[in-house]
């Protein structure tokens, strides 16, 4: 009994170990593809608890003047998937939106720019780099 005890116990904290890495959106995430197929690797990091995000790379894109540009500042996690009250900053506008970000698995992230409180807002789902 003891034995079924510990191992269901280990179960527990492996799965426990699982969600807390899954629920982690640090890391380089690939944008979806535009119109003209372009899209960039941004890098999520930590900055003072907050979440932040610069281009790390361009693909398919006719110049690379969005490399090392902030992309993502200052997202507030609310919950182990949900992130908000950050900025995103959309290249073709060239313009900062309210944002919020989506952990909807291990490699899947939803970015949203929004305008207008909220009322109008443009999704992206995004897709981890593979190492």
């Known amino acids: ?28 995430w690939i944008t979806e593809k ?3 197929g372009a899209s960039m690797a941004v890098e999520i990091f930590d900055c003072e608890g907050r979440l932040c995000g610069k281009a790390v790379d361009v693909f398919n894109a006719p110049n690379r003047d969005s490399v ?27 313009k900062w939106h309210t944002s919020k970000m989506i952990l909807q698995s291990d490699d899947k992230l939803k970015v949203s720019g929004c305008v207008l409180g909220g009322v109008i807002c443009r999704s992206q789902v995004w897709t981890r780099k593979k190492n």
């Open 34 to 36: 535009s119109e003209t």
């Open 68 to 94: 090392g540009i902030e992309i993502i500042k200052g997202m507030k996690k609310k919950s182990e998937t949900l992130y908000k009250r950050g900025k995103i900053y959309a290249p073709d506008t060239k």
């Open 1 to 28: 009994m003891l034995s079924l005890w510990k191992s269901m116990v280990a179960l527990v904290l492996l799965c426990v170990a699982v969600s807390v890495h899954a629920a982690n959106p640090i890391g380089i």
